[in-house]
């Protein structure tokens, strides 16, 4: 990307009196290359050993970042309220795996999406308090996006442009966000407490395995300690991975966290006796702003998630760019 020409740009598009206001919003990234995008920065988060709470930090400031650049704005993008299943990135379509590159040029011109990842990276360590020295953020999202298909990068003027860029790229990414880069509400703390209160409420006997007989004896009570133990990994990467998507600027957090533990015991099979006869739903009894149609929604979109993701493993003619 052009380091200097590229905070003019954002300027322009955060201000209303801007020459270039009034230009229609930039097309949002395929499916594909929005996929392999967050998923380079979370593996990279990972090599600097961050924590998963500034890696989804990271992650939210290069979807609002991506947000504004698409749209103009930060506001949430309609839900789907009738028919069909949200996208991950809120286009209709998933295809498009054999042109990420094309995709980001598309979308962002001459704004280069890795060093946009890099510096959303550095700046959500920035903010979790998890400074990460910018030698680093380099060199572990080069390792990442190359892989082996590369040495590694060496001291010399491709790392001194690199560094350069990604200074710059901060300063744009500040500007772009409107310096409204504060510690983000995430979902995580929302999980662990309703972990933590749905497991004291197991604990009572009032949880078991789906289609359980709560009499059969002692391989009903192991194959309920299975499940339950299985429940708080579970959730966590389910709620991992649901930053593959935008929909932390969609929901508010204690819905996605409430909507990722039902989906999760679900998923492990287990199931609370008593909740299809009573009058309130667990979830509405911790979230009294949560609705049915807001959990199936967030649960299509952790879905989607993973329909691209098999589609993106499966497809061999898709991997990162070798075009830094």
């Known amino acids: 990307m052009s380091s200097r020409e590229a905070p003019a740009s954002i300027s322009a598009i955060r201000n209303p009196n801007s020459q270039l206001a009034g230009l229609p919003p930039r097309p949002p990234l395929s499916d594909a290359a929005l996929f392999s995008l967050i998923l380079t920065v979370r593996e990279a988060g990972r090599r600097l050993a961050m924590s998963d709470y500034a890696i989804a930090t990271a992650c939210t400031i290069l979807h609002r970042a991506l947000r504004v650049l698409t749209t103009g704005d930060e506001q949430p993008v309609a839900t789907l309220a009738t028919s069909g299943s949200a996208t991950v990135n809120g286009s209709d379509s998933v295809s498009g795996f054999d042109s990420i590159d094309q995709s980001f040029k598309h979308s962002l011109g001459d704004i280069d999406a890795h060093t946009i990842a890099m510096a959303s990276i550095s700046l959500g360590g920035k903010v979790q308090e998890e400074h990460q020295r910018l030698r680093d953020v380099i060199v572990s999202y080069y390792r990442t996006l190359h892989k082996n298909r590369r040495s590694p990068l060496e001291v010399g003027d491709d790392y001194d442009r690199l560094r350069e860029s990604l200074v710059q790229t901060e300063l744009f990414l500040m500007r772009l966000l409107a310096y409204h880069v504060r ?129 993106f493993k499966a497809s061999t003619l898709n991997r990162f760019t070798d075009e830094f």
């Not at 192991?222 to 930053?243: E, V």
């Not at 999760?264 to 049915?292: C, F, K, T, Y």
């Open 183 to 311: 510690r983000p509400s995430l979902p995580h703390p929302y999980l662990v407490h309703y972990l933590h209160s749905l497991l004291h409420w197991v604990g009572k006997g009032i949880a078991q395995p789906c289609g359980s007989d709560l009499n059969a004896g002692g391989n009903s009570v192991n194959a309920s300690a299975i499940a339950l133990a299985r429940l708080p990994g579970l959730a966590w990467s389910i709620l991992a991975d649901s930053y593959q998507s935008a929909m932390c600027l969609d929901f508010a957090p204690e819905h996605i966290a409430a909507a990722v533990l039902h989906l999760a015991l679900r998923i492990a099979g287990v199931e609370i006796p008593g909740n299809r006869h009573s009058e309130m739903a667990w979830w509405q009894a911790i979230s009294d702003s949560l609705s049915r149609e807001i959990v199936e929604q967030i649960q299509l979109r952790v879905m989607d998630i993973y329909a691209v993701d098999d589609k």
